[in-house]
C-alpha cells in the first residue's frame, strides 16, 4: 500500500537555510510581505525573490499559487519556490497551497519555510495528500517520494497537531489505493483480506460469507453476484472507542467490478468500472483513519463485496428477488446493482447494531455526474440536522457535496406492477428514484444520508489535493463530522 509522506518539523534555523540542497519553499502575503525566513533566502539569492514579488506576474497570482526560481544565485538549493499565502489563511486555501508546492516539488526533498504561519499543519497536509502515486502495476522502480522538512517556531506543536491529519492522510491513501486497483488484483477476497488485516490497529473484523448471507435472506445482494465466479462477501468492522452507546453505522457499495451483467454497458469506457467499490474504499479508509488516531467514538463501518458480471447463472431483466427486509424488487436493469448491494447491507445494519444514524456511500448513478459535475457528490437525507452535520464537515475540509431533493411524488417512478418495488424508474430523476429506493430499507426514524460519489471518487483530470485517478473523497469529511458531531469535547 502507498505510504504518505512523513513530514519532518525542525525550529526555525536560519543557517540551516544557507546549507540546504533541495528545494525551498517560502510563503509571500499578497502584499508581498516576507517574514524573516523569506527575507533570508531573497538576501541569499541576491534579491530575486524581491524582484518577482515587484513584478505583475506576482500581483496576477491568485493565493496559494506558486512560482519556481530554478538553481539561484548564490544558494546550495536547486529552486526556490515561492508561495502567494497570508499567514492566517483559511485551512481550504492552505492545503492548496501545500498541494501547489508538492506539485512544484515533484518528487525531490523539499524544505517548507513556514515560519510562524498559522496554517503550517495545513500546508503540510495538503503537500502530504498531493505527493501520491500508484505504481504498485508498473515494471519500473517507483520514484523516490523525496523527503518534507518544516521549518517553523514550535516544530513540537505544530507536529502535535499534525498527528490526526497524519492519520486521515493514511485513510485516504487506502481508500484510494482500493480504488485505483484493477479488478483481477482487488477481487472480493483481496478486498476482504485488506480488511482483515486492519485488526492490528485494533478494529474488530467479521467477514460474512454466502451461506451465511442466504440464511439472513440477502437475497437482493445475492443476486448481484450470481454471474461471478468471485464469492459475494460483506465486510463488518467496528470500532469501540467511545462509552456504551450504540454506534454510528457507515455503509459501502463494493461492486469491484461492473460490467452491468446482462444489462451489459458499452464497451468504451468499462474499464473504469474498477472504481464502482468506490463507497466501499471510503468507508474502510475511514474506519482505518478511525483506529490510527483512536477516535473516541462507537463506528461500524459495513461493506457489501460483489462482482457484477453477465453468464447464465446471472439475475436477468424481470427476475423478482426477495430482500432481507421481506420486501421484495423487480429488477428492470441488473446494471442498477448498487442500489440492491446496500438494500440488504442497509437493513442488516440497522437490524443488527441499532445504530444512532446511517451513512451510506456509492458510485451509484451516472445521474448525479449531469446533475453536479465532478465537483460535488450528491446528499439525500431524511433528516436535516445529520445532513447539515456532514455538509458543515465537507465544506470545512473542501470536499465538495450539495444537499439533492426527495420527495413521494418520486416513489410512483419505482412502482412495480408485480412486486414491492422496481429497482429503475427511468431516465428522469436516476439519482433521486435511487435514493427512493434505499429509503424504503431505512427504518422509521432513522437519521439517515445516502452519498452519491459516482462523479467524485475517482476523476480523469487532477484534483486541488490528488492526482487523476482516485481521490479519496469524503474519507476527511466523514472523519471531521465524526470528530465534530460523536466525539466529546475537551472539558
Known sequence: MTTPVQPKFIETNLDHINEYEGKLAVLVTAKG??????RRVNKLCKGAIARFVA???????????TYT?????GMLATAVIISKMNRKSDAITARKAGAAIARATKSGDALLLAGASKITAELAQGHVLCRYEFSDHKSAEPTAQGSLGVMCGDAQAVGAAFQTMAATSEGVFFTRDLVNAPANVLTTVEFANQLIALKKLGLKVTVLEEKELAKLGMNSLLCVGLGSETPTKMVIMEWQGGGDEQPFALVGKGVVFDTGGISLKPAGGMEDMTMDMGGAGVVAGVMKT?????AKANIVGLVGLVEN???GRATRPGDVVTS????TIEVINTDAEGRLVLADVLWYAQKTFKPTGVIDLATLTGAIIVGLGHENAGVFSNNDALSQN????AKAEGEGAWRMPMGDAYDKLIKSRIADMKNVGGRTAGSITAAQFLQRFVMPDMPWIHLDIAGVASTATPTDLAPKGASGWGVRALDRMIADTLEPTDG
Open 55 to 65: 513584478s505583475a506576474e506576482f500581483a496576477e497570482m491568485k493565493l496559494g499559487a
Open 33 to 38: 510581505g516576507l517574514d524573516p525566513l523569506a
Open 69 to 73: 526560481l530554478n538553481y539561484p544565485a
Open 324 to 327: 432481507m427486509k421481506g420486501d
Open 290 to 294: 478511525l483506529a490510527l488516531r483512536k
Open 309 to 311: 458480471m453477465p453468464d
Open 390 to 393: 456532514f455538509l458543515n464537515a
